[in-house]
Nanobody, 124 residues
Framework: VQLQASGGGLVRAGGSLRLSCTAS????????MGWFRQAPGKEREFVSG????????KYGDSVKGRFTISRDNAKNTVYLQMNSLKPEDTAVYYC??????????????????WGQGTQVTVSS
């Protein structure tokens, strides 16, 4: 499985961005998908995850109510809609895939595949 993340950029505080992550292969709908982020000098942080069908989602406390994860299994793509962005959201955002997952995983080591990361910078 190869993951390609896109959609990052520079935005002012209060603005919005939508990240996309497209997966190769035919087994996308059997993967639990997650988004993580890592800011300079900080540990990697769970942002959000979504179950295989899209019915179940989970969010990190710092993004609840502002970010929304979704997926389109027909397009092999998972999205992260980020609203009301804050400077502290600045980080490299990574998408990840867990093959055959049965629940939403919140630790990076639980995922099997990772995308290359996309930079999100929020200016104050």
């Amino acid at each position: 499985v190869q993951l390609q993340a896109s959609g990052g950029g520079l935005v002012r505080a209060g603005g919005s961005l939508r990240l996309s992550c497209t997966a190769s292969g035919r087994t996308f709908n059997s993967n639990v998908m997650g988004w993580f982020r890592q800011a300079p000098g900080k540990e990697r942080e769970f942002v959000s995850g979504i179950g295989r069908s899209g019915s179940f989602t989970k969010y990190g406390d710092s993004v609840k109510g502002r970010f929304t994860i979704s997926r389109d299994n027909a397009k092999n793509t998972v999205y992260l809609q980020m609203n009301s962005l804050k400077p502290e959201d600045t980080a490299v955002y990574y998408c990840a895939a867990k093959q055959g997952g049965s629940y939403i995983y919140t630790y990076g080591y639980e995922y099997d595949y990772w995308g290359q990361g996309t930079q999100v910078t929020v200016s104050s």
